[in-house]
């Protein structure tokens, strides 16, 4: 029988990366993302990890304020940090949950982000009730919406005014799997 979303906090694997709950040992790692502008720059201001300027607070919130809305886990490879994976926005009555990542700088371009979003799609698809997967990009991150094409996602709506916490509305891609 599968699991509901929300019904515990996973820990997802590949022979590649790791994917599980951040602890207070990742704070330093977790802090050089969350300060990053350059990783931040397509990304909404009100981000769970940039909610408080204490990091070991925000490590603390994450598996009880915020595990009422998101599950956030961080991903790793060969024990290092690499950024977050994120799954939030659950619709229960329609077993639909969207995902989000964020990665440090030194990740980029080397596979990780499209290998998350496989585990992430494996594991909703597989071990939960989520029959409907979402995803929201800005308009000009080319890279993250070819990680969304690469793992069979399709761009349903694009340059959507969205809400991401800016002064004025956000353009943004809505993409489905």
């Given at each position: 029988m599968k699991k509901k979303l929300?019904?515990?906090?996973?820990?997802?694997?590949?022979?590649?990366?790791?994917?599980?709950?951040?602890?207070?040992?990742d704070s330093d790692s977790l802090?050089?993302?969350?300060?990053?502008?350059?990783?931040?720059?397509?990304?909404?201001?009100?981000?769970?990890?940039?909610?408080?300027?204490?990091?070991?607070?925000?490590?603390?919130?994450?598996?009880?304020?915020?595990?009422?809305?998101?599950?956030?886990?961080?991903?790793?490879?060969?024990?290092?940090?690499?950024?977050?994976?994120?799954?939030?926005?659950?619709?229960?009555?329609?077993?639909?949950?969207?995902?989000?990542?964020?990665?440090?700088?030194?990740?980029?371009?080397?596979?990780?982000?499209?290998?998350?979003?496989?585990?992430?799609?494996?594991?909703?698809?597989?071990?939960?009730?989520?029959?409907?997967?979402?995803?929201?990009?800005?308009?000009?991150?080319?890279?993250?919406?070819?990680?969304?094409?690469?793992?069979?996602?399709?761009?349903?709506?694009?340059?959507?005014?969205?809400?991401?916490?800016?002064?004025?509305?956000?353009?943004?891609?809505?993409?489905?799997?």
């Open positions: 929300f019904s515990e906090i996973p820990q997802i694997e590949s022979r590649r990366l790791l994917l599980r709950q951040i602890a207070q040992s802090e050089k993302l969350a300060r990053s502008g350059i990783v931040y720059r397509f990304l909404p201001t009100f981000l769970y990890e940039q909610k408080y300027p204490d990091i070991r607070r925000v490590i603390d919130g994450l598996y009880t304020e915020c595990f009422r809305d998101s599950i956030i886990l961080g991903v790793f490879e060969s024990d290092r940090f690499c950024g977050l994976a994120e799954m939030y926005g659950l619709r229960d009555e329609i077993h639909k949950v969207s995902i989000g990542y964020r990665f440090l700088q030194e990740c980029w371009g080397r596979g990780i982000a499209t290998e998350t979003v496989r585990l992430l799609v494996d594991y909703l698809l597989s071990q939960t009730d989520i029959e409907i997967i979402t995803a929201s990009t800005m308009v000009e991150n080319r890279a993250s919406a070819k990680v969304l094409m690469n793992n069979g996602f399709q761009l349903v709506n694009s340059n959507v005014g969205e809400d991401w916490g800016y002064g004025r509305p956000t353009p943004a891609d809505k993409w489905f799997l």
